[in-house]
Structure formats: C-alpha cells, structure tokens
C-alpha cells in the first residue's frame, strides 16, 4: 500500500478483512478508505440475506420434521435403519 491519505490504514484493513473473506467471492475486499462504507453496507446486505435464508430453512426444516412426525414416518437416518432393524419398516 501507499501513504496516499485514500488509502486503508491497518486497522481499517484488519477489521474489514475478516467479514470480508466470508464473502469475497461475491464483494471484492476495499483498499481505498473512500470504498470502505459502500463495502460494508454491501456485506452487511449479504449477511442479512444470509440469515433470513437460513431462517426460511429452519422454519421450512421444523415443519416438515412435524408433517413426518405427524404421519409416524421416522424423521432421521438414525430412526430409519433402527426401524428397518426391528422390521418396522416397509
């Protein structure tokens, strides 16, 4: 890096870095400080679309783990080849 007053200083560059690496297949890491805040606004976009995906599926997981419980159907690997043991099932 350069001296220019544009660019990162270490810490700025320290404290970026980590919450970018998470996603620097998507948003490209800063290394001018006037590109610092749009980054950030970029990943923590990121970051909120990653949680409220991961809610969805955890919603989505919770009702179809009721939906097979409510049936008797086993919801795990575990309880399907402990059925299929015990010749439960068919």
């Known amino acids: 890096m350069t001296n220019d007053d ?8 320290a404290e970026v870095c980590v919450v970018a690496a998470r996603f620097d297949w998507i948003v490209t890491p ?3 400080a006037a590109d610092l805040l749009p980054k950030m606004l970029e990943i923590n976009a990121l ?5 409220e995906i ?4 955890g919603d989505w997981l919770a009702s179809t783990r009721q939906y097979f419980e409510e ?4 919801w795990t690997t575990e309880e399907l080849n402990r059925r299929y043991k015990l ?4």
Do not use: S
């Not at 970051?47 to 949680?51: G, H, I, N, Y």
């Not at 049936?71 to 086993?74: A, L, N, T």
């Open 71 to 74: 049936r008797g159907w086993p």
């Open 87 to 90: 010749g439960q099932w068919q």
């Open 6 to 13: 544009d660019d990162l200083t270490a810490e700025e560059w």
């Open 47 to 51: 970051q909120k679309l990653e949680t």
């Open 30 to 32: 800063p290394t001018k």
């Open 54 to 57: 991961m809610d969805a599926h």
